[in-house]
């Protein structure tokens, strides 16, 4: 179990770093981004991958709780 838990740790890190460095868009953010020219294109990466963080934060709060809960119970 423990092994368990270590490796969805690390492929948890591993999701998140591949996801800061990608800049994956929609297509209607794409099309936004090439009319607003090079500058305001980069930071309108930048808010969508901040925007992708929380939802990760928020799922590893839950994991790490979980995973604290259990190990008092076990």
């Known amino acids: 179990m423990k092994q368990f838990i270590v ?5 948890a890190q591993l999701l998140l770093v591949s996801v800061i460095s990608s800049f994956a868009q929609c297509s ?3 099309k936004t981004a090439s009319q607003l ?9 930048g808010a969508i991958v901040y ?3 929380m939802p990760f934060a928020i799922i590893g709060f839950i994991a790490f709780r979980w995973f ?3 190990r008092r119970q076990g």
């Open 7 to 11: 490796y969805t740790i690390l492929t």
């Open 28 to 30: 209607i953010c794409t």
């Open 37 to 45: 020219g090079e500058g305001p294109a980069k930071a309108l990466n």
């Open 51 to 53: 925007l992708m963080i």
């Open 68 to 70: 604290k809960n259990e």
